[in-house]
């Protein structure tokens, strides 16, 4: 069954630690990218990565990190350097960067 | 930068009703492509629009791409219920440069 995982779906985390948040595709997709949903403000992109072992910023990418070690693979860091990390955050994949997304199901990231 | 706006940002119609959501782009767009996310859920790709003043179907859902490239609108024809969500342009300028609209949130009522 193809598709994007995202793991846990929910997390919670106190204030000054970093987190790592899953995200595996098995759709061989080359580009993935990775979002910030705060309620009224729709997606915002962080980061996204078109090919292996390359990764560009997106508009709000201060606070955050990503690698991107295997296709499958595209992992985010939430660093305590990010002010406001409580968001829902998406993860997603596009057979190249300009064709349509693939989302998963999300984590809902709780910093308290 | 590319600055895209989507109006309007709620909407409650009555079952049966038709409703329009809208999305403008301050740069003209390679393409732009439409989203459903349904509450607690995650956004599902609906459709690309790519030519100047293409105009696609998808049963009562009927999508435009403005002849300057630089708007969009998705107009759903006699809602219903499964209609509910909140819906997302996502318009590609590109060089990478990908902006997500706010969202139009319909709510139907029954």
């Known amino acids: 069954d193809g598709g994007i995982t995202q793991s846990p779906k929910y997390l919670f985390r106190k204030e000054g630690q970093n987190v790592t948040l899953s995200c595996e595709q098995n759709?061989?997709?080359?580009?993935m990218y990775w979002y910030r949903q705060d309620p009224g403000q729709g997606l915002r992109l962080i980061y996204y990565?078109?090919?292996?072992?390359?990764?560009q910023k997106g508009d709000i990418a201060e606070g955050y990190s990503v690698s991107r070690e295997k296709k499958e693979s595209f992992p985010l860091t939430v660093t305590s350097a990010q002010k406001n990390p409580t968001a829902f955050y998406l993860c997603?994949?596009?057979?190249?960067?300009?064709?349509?997304?693939?989302f998963g199901p999300g984590t809902r990231l709780t910093v308290t | 930068g590319q600055q895209v706006m989507q109006i309007p940002q709620y909407q409650h119609v009555q079952e049966g009703e038709d409703f329009t959501t809208y999305c403008n782009s301050s740069t003209t767009l390679s393409n732009i492509q439409w989203y459903k996310q349904r509450p607690g859920g995650h956004p599902v790709f609906l459709i690309q629009l790519v030519k100047s003043g293409e105009v696609k179907k998808q049963k009562r859902l009927t999508f435009q791409f403005g002849e300057a490239k630089k708007n969009s609108s998705l107009h759903i024809t006699a809602t219903q219920t499964t209609d509910v969500g909140t819906y997302f342009c996502l318009c590609d300028g590109g060089y990478q440069k990908v902006t997500f609209g706010i969202g139009t949130k319909l709510q139907v009522i029954p």
């Open positions: 990565s078109q090919i292996v072992n390359d990764f």
């Open positions: 759709l061989n997709h080359d580009a």
């Open positions: 997603a994949s596009s057979p190249q960067t300009g064709s349509e997304q693939y």
